[in-house]
């Protein structure tokens, strides 16, 4: 069974930085994607960025720049470094990967961004 577990959350001032952790147990050995995902409440979540198995990474343009997806192979680990963080950058991250036709999720934790 695939589980994750983010870590890494907390309160930032705007500005600063925090790196983000997804521990990944189980047997994903045919993954093709994993993700970071932020949901805010009232709305649904949205894609942050993208890493496939080839390494390519792929931001969406409002953290491009700012955001770092990089991962691991021993343990399984998937990370956003966030910098220059700002107040709309608050939210709950979760981490993703695809398995074949299925994506696993976290649990997700939360990210608040002081002005």
């Known amino acids: 069974q695939v589980q994750l577990v983010e870590s890494g959350g907390g309160l930032v001032q705007a500005g600063g930085s925090l790196r983000l952790s997804c521990a990944i147990s189980?047997?994903?050995?045919?993954?093709?994607?994993m993700a970071w995902h932020r949901q805010v409440p009232g709305e649904q979540r949205k894609l942050l960025a993208a890493?496939?198995?080839?390494?390519?990474?792929n931001y969406v343009g409002s953290v491009r720049g700012r955001f770092t997806i990089s991962r691991d192979d021993a343990p399984n680990t998937l990370y956003l470094q966030m910098n220059s963080l700002k107040p709309e950058d608050t939210g709950v991250y979760y981490c993703?990967?695809?398995?074949?036709?299925?994506?696993?999720w976290g649990q997700g934790t939360q990210v608040t961004v002081s002005s």
């Open positions: 993703t990967v695809r398995v074949g036709s299925r994506s696993y």
């Open positions: 189980g047997n994903i050995f045919s993954w093709t994607s």
């Open positions: 890493i496939g198995a080839s390494g390519i990474a």
